[in-house]
C-alpha cells in the first residue's frame, strides 16, 4: 500500500521530507521509535549478547516493526538506495552497541581485536535467517544458545 495514501497525505508532502525512497525508508529504520535499541549494560558480555538477541528477535518479530524492517531490509537487495538506507541502519546499531563490546573488553572478557560488527553479525544473522527465511520458531532459549555457540564455538569441550 502506498505511504501517502495510508498517511491520508499526498506524495508531494512526502516528496517534501524525504526526496527519495531511500530517504523514507532510512528515516523509518533508524528514526522510528519502535525501532529503537536499548544498549543493554547486564554486568557481563554474555548477558548483554542474550539482551541483544532477545531485541533482534523482538524486531524482526513483533509487529509492527517487524513488519517494516523486514519488508524494508528485503527490498535492500534489490534496491541500491535502499542497499544505503539499510547500511545505515545497521552502521548506527553497530556504532551504539560498540559500548557492550568497550566494557567487555574493559573486564577482560574480549580480546582487543574482536570485530563487534562480525558478532553481531553471527547472531543478528542467525535469527534473521532462522525467522525471516526459514520461517522456524525460536525457543525461549534461543539467545542463550546463539550466544554461547558465538563464543565458545560447537566444538566439545577440552577434557
Known amino acids: 500500500m502506498c505511504v501517502a495514501l495510508r498517511a491520508g497525505v499526498n506524495k508531494t508532502t512526502l516528496y517534501r521530507h524525504w526526496p527519495t525512497k531511500g ?3 532510512r528515516a523509518a529504520l533508524i528514526g522510528a521509535g519502535r525501532l529503537e ?26 509487529p509492527p516493526a517487524s513488519d517494516v524492517v523486514v519488508a524494508a531490509l528485503g527490498a535492500a ?3 541500491p538506495e535502499l542497499a544505503d538506507a539499510a ?23 574480549l580480546p582487543a581485536d574482536v570485530e563487534p560488527a562480525l558478532v553481531m553479525d553471527l ?15 525460536l525457543g525461549p532459549d534461543y539467545p542463550a544458545r546463539a550466544v554461547a555457540a558465538v563464543l565458545h564455538g560447537i566444538a566439545p569441550a577440552a577434557e
Open 37 to 62: 535499541l536499548d544498549v543493554p549494560d547486564t554486568g557481563s558480555l554474555r548477558g548483554d549478547l542474550e539482551a541483544l538477541v532477545r531485541q533482534v528477535v523482538s524486531l524482526l518479530t513483533a
Open 23 to 25: 530517504a523514507l525508508v
Open 87 to 109: 547500511a545505515d541502519f545497521f552502521a548506527d546499531r553497530i556504532a551504539r552497541e560498540q559500548a557492550v563490546f568497550d566494557r567487555a573488553a574493559a573486564r577482560g572478557e
Open 123 to 137: 547472531l543478528a544473522g542467525a535469527v534473521w535467517l532462522r525467522v525471516v527465511l526459514r520461517r522456524r520458531p
Open 77 to 79: 537487495t534489490r534496491a
